[in-house]
């Protein structure tokens, strides 16, 4: 069964011009393409934090290391209970 809403859609596509048609869809794929790379470049750049953090922590004396790791746990562990009341 056909709604009415997909219907016209389909009626109003197919209503526009072939080249028309082909506009809009070449401007969903640069519109596609552009948030593909914004999304790889945020990547990249949490990449870079992460391996900037763990190299910060791995250079800390053992002592203090722990108790930099156990302070971002219980921070973590808080704010899971917090968001669980």
């Known amino acids: 069964m056909m709604n009415d809403h997909s219907y016209l859609e389909r ?25 593909a790379t914004q999304i790889r470049g945020k990547r990249r750049t949490a990449e870079l934090t992460v391996e900037s953090i763990q190299a910060q922590v791995e250079a800390l004396d053992p002592a203090t290391r722990a108790a930099v790791i156990a302070r971002l746990s219980a921070d973590e562990v808080k704010k899971v209970r917090d968001q669980h009341r």
């Not at 869809?25 to 519109?31: C, G, M, S, W």
Request: charged letters at 5%.
């Open 11 to 35: 009626t109003l596509l197919m209503s526009l011009s072939p080249t028309f048609r082909a506009a809009l869809l070449a401007a969903a794929a640069v519109a596609l393409a552009a948030a």
